[in-house]
């Protein structure tokens, strides 16, 4: 049940043990969600989060005048971020990351809206525990490619005995999530993942491309393997997104993947879409054990 947030005074309130200042701040402004809202869709959507969010490095879009068009990327622990964000070293980089849904809001009263993820959590650093394969369309694309596109990345995972997952990013893309049990190193994932791009962009050139030049993704999906380096992050499953509309990424049935619209999935109609799906599509994602074929 979703508790209460006390008012204090003024626009500060208190939501899940986390004091939140100008609550009434307008994060986005084509839905008018404001930061009391961002706060209690996570008090919502914590305990589906958490297990992803949990001890993972962590990046942040954060928008501190509300104003998407002010937005930037935040890698680092910086003086106003509570203690529930703890800070260790990987490498010699300083990494941020939370273990609880406290420090998950004590990111939102940072005017946080989007938390990204490394492949990899503290646990080991430096084994990736999933694959991202980010799906980016070319705009002249539609939504319905992109799902042909993730369909095929799945059947291409499937004949290699790999279990994936998929989810909208909130933005005209999919993620094709494939969790590891963390054993292979970032080189062999990345490779791997780099592996499945070229694969299909030999085959079908007309639709894909595996590398990173605009030039040549007129009319085609760019298959992003890049988000499977150490220090790569994705928005993570369920976060919001600091784009019109304030929709998040939300995770989907592979059944569904052809009826959905990722524009619909917003901060507000979270706990609409929440109640009416019968079961977490993503349920077998930490359960999963699975690693990389060997490739030699
Ligand atoms: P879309 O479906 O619209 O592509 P997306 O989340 O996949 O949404 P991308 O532009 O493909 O967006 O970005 C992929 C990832 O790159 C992001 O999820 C993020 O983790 C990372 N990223 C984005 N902006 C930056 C940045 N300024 N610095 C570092 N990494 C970034
Ligand atoms: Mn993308
Ligand atoms: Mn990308």
Redesign the pocket.
């Known amino acids: 049940p979703r508790k209460q947030s006390s008012a204090r005074s003024g626009d500060v309130v208190e939501i899940g043990g986390v004091r939140i200042s100008h609550a009434d701040r307008v994060m986005d402004e084509a839905s008018g969600v404001t930061k009391r809202e961002l706060a209690e869709y996570h008090e919502l959507v914590g305990p589906l989060l958490l297990p992803y969010a949990r001890k993972r490095p962590i990046?942040l879009?954060r928008c501190p005048q509300g104003d998407a068009q002010q937005c930037?990327?935040q890698?680092h622990k910086l003086p106003g971020l509570g203690d529930e964000v703890k800070k260790a070293r990987i490498a010699g980089n300083e990494v941020i990351y939370v273990e609880s849904q406290r420090g998950i809001l004590e990111l939102v009263q940072f005017n946080a809206i989007?938390i990204?993820?490394w492949g990899a959590t503290m646990d080991a650093p430096d084994k990736p525990d999933w694959i991202v394969i980010?799906?980016?369309p070319d705009t002249a694309l539609e939504f319905s490619d992109v799902v042909e596109a993730a369909l095929e990345v799945r059947d291409n995972l499937d004949r290699i005995g790999l279990a994936s997952f998929v989810k909208?990013?909130?933005?005209?893309?999919?993620?094709v999530v494939v969790p590891l049990e963390p054993h292979a190193g970032w080189d062999s994932v990345k490779g791997f993942a780099q592996a499945i791009a070229s694969a299909m962009a030999e085959q079908q050139p007309d639709r894909y491309v595996a590398n990173m030049s605009k030039a040549k993704r007129k009319g085609r999906i760019f298959i992003?393997y890049l988000?499977n380096g150490q220090g790569?992050?994705?928005?993570l499953p369920y976060s919001p997104?600091a784009?019109p509309g304030a929709t998040i990424?939300m995770p989907v049935e592979w059944k569904d993947i052809r009826r959905i619209d990722p524009k619909e999935f917003t901060v507000r109609s979270a706990e609409r879409w929440l109640k009416k799906r019968k079961r977490d599509p993503w349920a077998e994602l930490l359960t999963t054990r699975q690693r990389l074929p060997d490739l030699d």
């Open positions: 990046a879009v930037f990327f890698k989007e990204h993820g980010d799906l980016d909208t990013t909130g933005g005209k893309g999919l993620h992003d988000r790569a992050t994705a928005v997104r784009r990424a």
